[in-house]
C-alpha cells in the first residue's frame, strides 16, 4: 500500500532538494573551475571569464608541472608519506581509545582530561622542529611521517566516545566465553565501529596530504633534495615570479 505524502512532506523534500543542490553546485564549482583553467592556455586564463570550460585548450600547463625537478619524486614522497601516516593514525586512534574506553582502566579520566588539554595548548611549530632535530629526524622520511602518525587529542576523544556506545554486554559476554582482549577488540569492537574508523581514516588522510608548512621546515632546516608535491608546486611558483 502506497503511503500518501502530506503537503508538508512535500514541501519539506522540494527545500532540501533545491538545499543539496545548491550546496553540491557550490562545492563543486571551485574544483570544475580550477580544472578548466589547467586546461587553458596560461596567458588567455589571465583575461579570466573561464568557468567550466576551457577557453584555449592546452595540455602545456601539465607538461610544464610534469618536467620540473623532482616532481614526480614529490608526489612518490608525498603518497608514501600520507598512506604511511594515515595507517600509524589509524593504529593509535583505535587502540588508545579502545583502552581508555574501557571502565576499569585506572587513569581513563586523567589521560581524557590531558588529550583535551594538548588540544588547547601545545608547543607550535618552532618546539616541534627543535625536537625533531635534536633527535635527527629533519631530512628524514621517518620525520616526515611520525610528525602526523599520532593524529590528535581530538581523534582519540572521537574514537573513544564512539568505543563506548559499543554495548558492555558484548563484551562482557565474549570474556566469559574466554575470548582475550585482541580478540574482543578485533572481532567485536571493531566490526561494529567502522564509521569511526572511516572518519578516522579520511581525517588523518587530509592533513599530511594537504600539508606545506611542516614538511617544508622538516624537509629544508638542512640540505634536501626530497620534496613533496606542495613543496615542488611552491618552488616551481617561486621560479614563475
Not at 502506497?2 to 574544483?31: A, E, G, Q, R
Request: charged share 10%; net charge positive.
Amino acid at each position: 500500500m502506497k503511503i500518501k505524502s502530506s503537503t508538508m512532506d512535500k514541501v519539506f523534500v522540494t527545500c532540501n532538494t533545491i538545499f543539496l543542490v545548491l550546496f553540491v553546485t557550490i562545492t563543486l564549482y571551485p574544483v570544475l573551475n580550477t580544472v578548466a583553467l589547467s586546461f587553458n592556455d596560461g596567458i588567455d586564463a589571465v583575461r579570466g571569464g573561464i568557468h567550466l570550460w576551457p577557453r584555449i585548450f592546452t595540455l602545456s600547463n601539465y607538461k610544464t608541472v610534469l618536467h620540473q625537478q623532482n616532481i614526480l619524486t614529490g608526489a612518490v614522497v608525498s603518497v608514501a608519506r600520507t598512506v604511511l601516516g594515515t595507517i600509524f593514525a589509524l593504529v593509535t586512534n583505535a587502540l588508545l581509545a579502545y583502552i581508555i574506553s574501557r571502565k576499569r582502566f585506572l587513569f581513563r579520566s586523567q589521560l581524557s582530561l590531558f588529550w583535551v588539554i594538548t588540544m588547547y595548548v601545545n608547543g607550535g611549530m618552532i618546539p616541534t622542529l627543535v625536537l625533531y632535530r635534536n633527535m635527527n629526524l629533519t631530512n628524514s622520511y621517518a620525520g616526515l611521517i611520525m610528525v602526523y602518525a599520532g593524529s590528535s587529542g581530538l581523534g582519540y576523544l572521537i574514537c573513544k566516545g564512539f568505543f563506548d556506545t559499543v554495548p558492555v554486554a558484548l563484551r562482557e559476554a565474549a570474556k566469559l566465553d574466554g575470548a582475550s582482549e585482541a580478540r574482543i577488540f578485533f572481532q567485536i569492537v571493531i566490526p561494529m565501529s567502522r564509521p569511526i574508523l572511516v572518519y578516522t581514516i579520511i581525517s588523518s588522510f587530509l592533513t599530511p596530504w594537504t600539508d606545506f608548512v611542516m614538511a617544508k621546515m622538516i624537509l629544508n632546516s638542512g640540505v634536501s633534495s626530497d620534496w613533496t608535491v606542495a613543496i615542488g608546486l611552491y618552488n616551481m611558483l617561486q621560479k614563475a615570479l
